[in-house]
């Protein structure tokens, strides 16, 4: 039989190799453009997702083809996650001609419209509100899908936010709010930012279910996004969840961290990383087998060696493509 | 063909709009109004009146009442333009679009390019500008300047109902990002409007009087105030050409420049305040393209770099009128003797 067992039933053994696949391919992507940007061949602002992999994959193996997921400026896990081809989103990354959005948006702005991802931007807070928007238009157009807005806690503080949970739930909206806390916004604790500390009572204020979960754990925030998700497809409205998590770098390459604890990463790479915690399940559980984890790993380090050096070959956008894309009429 | 009002034309626009896409929906505060109270539904229809009786025909479904929360219902508009469906968002006044700017100028306005060309927002706002109805400082403002700046943004000023029902149009099925700036003064005015549908192109503009004197280039109310001075000039035997631009983006560049190379003069009527304005920029435009062509300075009749004031006295003496327009259009004739 090819499900698995008691805790982690709700997922198949495909679908569990397929999660895994998916973390430590956003780990391995992520490492090496840590490296690649300390050696200067990539462009601009840049944060990386690692450490927080098993909260974009888990929330993107509770999704269809109709649902629509809204990312933040730490966009590369999330879009990988949601399975944009991997060597466009490299490419965006390295501003080429033939990226994801052709070089127009970069790092921060990765956007799949085959793929169900939608408006990665850096006004932090405010995919919340665009994936009201989302949901109503799912809604009203009938598609059977939901929205999923991804948020920091730097964005849970703006207003924006709290205007569209308040409009999410007062219009019942097909959406779930994914709170994604890693502890800093820029350089500033969440622990001193936040008022009470706990984002995800906020929601009680607004009639909707709040729920505290860990970020590093995949089946914890498979098991909560599988919930806010049924229940807004089943037309009860929407949910918010806070994950708690940590990122393994910066805010933004280049940052040094200085407001970070001493050991702090390091700490949570040994002890609490989503890689680790997730093959100690597995394999305790005898779900899936060492060697099939490992293979995992070779392969996904092959594919990653393939995507650099492809997104590092492909051509620049051309001067004559300059004003496209402004105007619907810009072809 | 039948007499409408500015509102009516508006509003008649938006019915039929809307029975022709099911993808239209409208959102504002109090757009019905009455929402959730036990009075009658659609109890205002909008804050000045403009969508009354559209939630009785599309139900609460395609006609919003929003919280005043302006960055969550407009990004939500954004949000729904970019995935599926076609909202006309209403903002009461201008005013208070920069409690939202974030969700226009970094949102709305960037999706298309920024997804290089992979998603855009098919989104108007509605919104009222214009000084007069003693509405004081935060209610009056005519600040379409600001938003013609932004790229990926269209800016739409209707100076009567025959205009506004079809540049409303055009604005609706337009695939971009619209902002249209209804003027508060002209909802009461009526001229004929027909029935059936129809769409004025953007960028292009209306040539509102032919003369070989003086060019005035003026949108919206200033087109009326523009045409009370041509009407007083002609009396001497002075000939105004008044262009109406209808859109400040796109700008009907060539038309300006086409009327300015026959008359070598140039009037720019503009309700905003001068800095960094609609009548500045039109006279950069001049200034560059059609330097040779002039015979006198160019002429701004803007408002005064200030708050709208309060009081009916200082009000007045605020709006660019008639009387300043006719200064304005001597001077450049005296100049150019």
């Given at each position: 039989m090819d499900t698995a067992q008691g805790l982690?039933?709700?997922?198949?053994?495909?679908?569990?190799?397929?999660?895994?696949?998916?973390?430590?391919?956003?780990?391995?992507?992520?490492?090496?453009?840590?490296?690649?940007?300390?050696?200067?061949?990539?462009?601009?602002?840049?944060?990386?997702?690692?450490?927080?992999?098993?909260?974009?994959?888990?929330?993107?193996?509770?999704?269809?083809?109709?649902?629509?997921?809204l990312n933040t400026h730490r966009a590369h896990g999330p879009a990988i996650a949601r399975g944009a081809d991997i060597f466009a989103v490299a490419k965006e990354i390295y501003c080429r001609g033939d990226g994801l959005c052709r070089g127009r948006g970069g790092s921060a702005h990765l956007h799949d419209v085959k793929s169900g991802l939608?408006?990665?931007?850096?006004?932090?807070?405010?995919?919340?509100?665009l994936g009201c928007g989302a949901a109503l238009a799912a809604r009203n157009n009938e598609t059977g899908g939901i929205a999923v807005a991804l948020v920091g806690d730097g964005g849970a503080n703006q207003g924006v936010f709290l205007e569209a949970m308040n409009l999410a739930s007062i219009w019942k909206l097909p959406v779930v709010i994914m709170v994604e806390n890693n502890g800093y916004a820029e350089a500033t604790a969440a622990d001193y930012a936040i008022a009470g500390g706990d984002i995800h009572?906020?929601?009680?204020?607004?009639?909707?279910?709040?729920?505290?979960?860990?970020?590093?754990?995949?089946?914890?925030?498979?098991?909560?996004?599988?919930?806010?998700?049924?229940?807004?497809?089943?037309?009860?409205?929407?949910?918010?969840?806070?994950?708690?998590?940590?990122?393994?770098?910066?805010?933004?390459?280049?940052?040094?961290?200085?407001?970070?604890?001493?050991?702090?990463?390091?700490?949570?790479?040994?002890?609490?990383?989503?890689?680790?915690?997730?093959?100690?399940?597995?394999?305790?559980?005898?779900?899936?087998?060492?060697?099939?984890?490992?293979?995992?790993?070779?392969?996904?380090?092959?594919l990653i060696d393939r995507v650099y050096a492809d997104a590092i070959a492909a051509p620049f956008p051309s001067e004559g493509e300059f004003m496209q894309y402004i105007y619907a009429t810009d072809t | 063909?039948?007499?409408?009002?500015?509102?009516?034309?508006?509003?008649?626009?938006?019915?039929?709009?809307?029975?022709?896409?099911?993808?239209?929906?409208?959102?504002?505060?109090?757009?019905?109004?009455?929402?959730?109270?036990?009075?009658?539904?659609?109890?205002?229809?909008?804050?000045?009146?403009?969508?009354?009786?559209l939630v009785g025909e599309f139900g609460r479904g395609r006609v919003l009442d929003t919280p005043i929360s302006e960055s969550g219902f407009i990004g939500a508009a954004a949000g729904a333009a970019l995935t599926g469906l076609r909202p006309v968002a209403e903002l009461m006044f201008v005013d208070f679009l920069g409690v939202c700017f974030d969700m226009i100028y970094n949102q709305a306005a960037k999706f298309r390019y920024m997804f290089g060309g992979t998603g855009g927002a098919p989104l108007v706002?509605?919104?009222?500008?214009?000084?007069?109805?003693?509405?004081?400082?935060?209610?009056s403002q005519s600040l379409y300047s600001i938003?013609?700046?932004?790229?990926?943004?269209?800016?739409?000023?209707?100076?009567?109902?025959?205009?506004?029902?079809?540049?409303?149009?055009?604005?609706?099925?337009?695939?971009?990002?619209?902002?249209?700036?209804?003027?508060?003064?002209?909802?009461?005015?009526?001229?004929?409007?027909?029935?059936?549908?129809?769409?004025?192109?953007?960028?292009?503009?209306?040539?509102?009087?032919?003369?070989?004197?003086?060019?005035?280039?003026?949108?919206?109310?200033?087109?009326?105030?523009?045409?009370?001075?041509?009407?007083?000039?002609?009396?001497?035997?002075?000939?105004?050409?008044?262009?109406?631009?209808?859109?400040?983006?796109?700008?009907?560049?060539?038309?300006?420049?086409?009327?300015?190379?026959?008359?070598?003069?140039?009037?720019?009527?503009?309700?905003?305040?001068?800095?960094?304005?609609?009548?500045?920029?039109?006279?950069?435009?001049?200034?560059?393209?059609?330097?040779?062509?002039?015979k006198a300075p160019i002429k701004c009749v803007n408002a005064p770099h200030s708050p709208i004031p309060f009081a009916p006295e200082l009000e007045d003496m605020y709006i660019p009128d008639a009387a300043k327009v006719e200064v304005a259009v001597r001077a450049a004739l005296e100049a150019s003797k």
């Amino acid at each position: 039989m090819d499900t698995a067992q008691g805790l982690i039933m709700k997922q198949s053994k495909t679908e569990l190799l397929s999660a895994y696949r998916g973390m430590r391919t956003i780990r391995i992507f992520e490492d090496r453009m840590h490296v690649e940007f300390a050696g200067g061949g990539v462009p601009g602002f840049v944060h990386l997702y690692a450490g927080q992999e098993a909260s974009a994959v888990g929330v993107c193996a509770n999704l269809t083809d109709a649902d629509i997921l809204l990312n933040t400026h730490r966009a590369h896990g999330p879009a990988i996650a949601r399975g944009a081809d991997i060597f466009a989103v490299a490419k965006e990354i390295y501003c080429r001609g033939d990226g994801l959005c052709r070089g127009r948006g970069g790092s921060a702005h990765l956007h799949d419209v085959k793929s169900g991802l939608w408006g990665a931007n850096s006004g932090v807070g405010s995919g919340v509100a665009l994936g009201c928007g989302a949901a109503l238009a799912a809604r009203n157009n009938e598609t059977g899908g939901i929205a999923v807005a991804l948020v920091g806690d730097g964005g849970a503080n703006q207003g924006v936010f709290l205007e569209a949970m308040n409009l999410a739930s007062i219009w019942k909206l097909p959406v779930v709010i994914m709170v994604e806390n890693n502890g800093y916004a820029e350089a500033t604790a969440a622990d001193y930012a936040i008022a009470g500390g706990d984002i995800h009572k906020r929601a009680a204020a607004f009639d909707m279910p709040g729920v505290v979960v860990d970020g590093h754990d995949y089946f914890a925030v498979y098991d909560a996004v599988l919930e806010a998700a049924e229940r807004a497809r089943a037309g009860h409205g929407p949910s918010l969840i806070e994950a708690k998590q940590r990122r393994y770098y910066g805010h933004f390459e280049g940052d040094a961290q200085s407001y970070r604890p001493k050991g702090e990463v390091e700490e949570y790479r040994k002890n609490r990383d989503c890689l680790k915690q997730f093959r100690q399940k597995v394999i305790l559980d005898d779900l899936i087998a060492t060697a099939e984890l490992d293979a995992i790993d070779g392969e996904v380090g092959e594919l990653i060696d393939r995507v650099y050096a492809d997104a590092i070959a492909a051509p620049f956008p051309s001067e004559g493509e300059f004003m496209q894309y402004i105007y619907a009429t810009d072809t | 063909m039948p007499i409408k009002s500015y509102r009516q034309a508006i509003n008649e626009t938006l019915f039929q709009e809307m029975r022709r896409d099911e993808r239209i929906v409208i959102m504002g505060e109090d757009i019905a109004g009455g929402a959730g109270t036990p009075g009658i539904e659609d109890a205002w229809g909008g804050p000045l009146g403009v969508t009354a009786g559209l939630v009785g025909e599309f139900g609460r479904g395609r006609v919003l009442d929003t919280p005043i929360s302006e960055s969550g219902f407009i990004g939500a508009a954004a949000g729904a333009a970019l995935t599926g469906l076609r909202p006309v968002a209403e903002l009461m006044f201008v005013d208070f679009l920069g409690v939202c700017f974030d969700m226009i100028y970094n949102q709305a306005a960037k999706f298309r390019y920024m997804f290089g060309g992979t998603g855009g927002a098919p989104l108007v706002i509605r919104t009222t500008i214009g000084a007069g109805m003693r509405t004081g400082a935060q209610h009056s403002q005519s600040l379409y300047s600001i938003f013609t700046h932004v790229p990926g943004l269209k800016c739409v000023m209707p100076s009567s109902a025959y205009e506004a029902k079809g540049l409303l149009t055009q604005a609706i099925r337009d695939d971009d990002p619209v902002i249209f700036f209804e003027h508060k003064m002209l909802y009461d005015m009526s001229e004929d409007v027909p029935d059936e549908s129809y769409t004025i192109p953007f960028g292009e503009a209306n040539f509102a009087r032919e003369g070989d004197d003086v060019t005035i280039v003026a949108l919206s109310r200033m087109v009326h105030i523009a045409g009370q001075a041509a009407e007083a000039l002609a009396k001497d035997g002075i000939e105004c050409e008044i262009i109406d631009p209808r859109t400040t983006s796109p700008l009907d560049t060539d038309s300006i420049i086409e009327s300015v190379e026959k008359t070598g003069r140039l009037v720019i009527v503009d309700e905003d305040t001068p800095r960094c304005s609609f009548a500045t920029d039109v006279a950069a435009l001049v200034a560059d393209e059609a330097f040779g062509a002039l015979k006198a300075p160019i002429k701004c009749v803007n408002a005064p770099h200030s708050p709208i004031p309060f009081a009916p006295e200082l009000e007045d003496m605020y709006i660019p009128d008639a009387a300043k327009v006719e200064v304005a259009v001597r001077a450049a004739l005296e100049a150019s003797k």
